[in-house]
């Protein structure tokens, strides 16, 4: 399995400013994902993050809002670029671990999550 | 482009009452289905993918390819199974499910 740890849990923050999300994972992954989760609506996957290769965006979503840094396995980071209310959210911190002992094929190990708060 | 479909976003029942959390995708090849929970305060969670085919904390889910649909149930509904329950599609081995917008189970005593 993979134990996720993300920073900042929650912070409140003025519009126009930027915040940078940490997630730090206890082993080595080659995938990391970086998903926004929204009340009543569905959890939606911001961008794919790999090592030593520029993150991958989702429809929707771009790197000047969302600059993504992957500089090694265990570590990423997302910010939030002048951000609006809109913003407001939680984001998730995924990665996707080999298949091994106790862990299915595909299985997704999320952080605890970064609550945002725009006002 | 695959889609992932929960009606119901919010679904209360009874303790001891059967409970059906309704699916259904859209998607042209073979999907690889699963259902994540999140409990109160805590993250996110793998609960069951289709292809174990077994029964975790009480809950099952058949897919039917048919009707395209992959529904969790649990005969006898207990307290601590409320939570945020998610159904996700990976489409292609490609390890980036795509997930429908959750239902939120509430198990009344």
């Known amino acids: 399995s993979a134990v996720i740890s993300q920073k900042p849990s929650r912070d409140i923050c003025q519009r126009g400013t930027s915040l940078t999300i940490q997630c730090q994972v206890d082993?080595?992954?080659?995938?990391m994902f970086w998903y926004r989760q929204q009340p009543g609506q569905s959890l939606t996957l911001i961008a794919t993050?790999?090592?030593?290769?520029?993150?991958?965006?989702e429809s929707g979503f771009v790197i000047d809002k969302f600059p993504i840094s992957r500089p090694n396995l265990t570590f990423s980071t997302l910010t939030v670029s002048n951000m609006s209310p809109e913003d407001s959210s939680i984001y998730l911190c995924s990665v996707v671990v080999p298949p091994g002992l106790g862990v299915m094929a595909g299985e997704l190990f999320f952080g605890e999550g970064s609550r945002l708060t725009v006002l | 482009a695959q889609r992932v479909t929960q009606p119901e976003k919010l679904l209360s029942v009874f303790k001891g009452a059967p409970v059906e959390l309704k699916c259904n995708y859209s998607y042209s090849g073979s999907p690889e289905l699963f259902w994540y929970v999140q409990y109160s305060r805590q993250r996110l969670q793998l609960l069951l993918r289709h292809i174990s085919r077994e029964s975790i904390k009480g809950f099952t889910a058949d897919l039917n390819k048919g009707e395209t649909s992959f529904h969790l149930k649990k005969p006898f509904a207990q307290e601590e199974d409320s939570a945020m329950y998610y159904c996700a599609l990976e489409a292609g081995g490609s390890y980036i499910p795509t997930f429908g917008r959750g239902t939120s189970l509430i198990v009344h005593p």
């Open positions: 993050a790999n090592q030593g290769s520029e993150a991958t965006y």
């Open positions: 082993s080595q992954v080659t995938m």
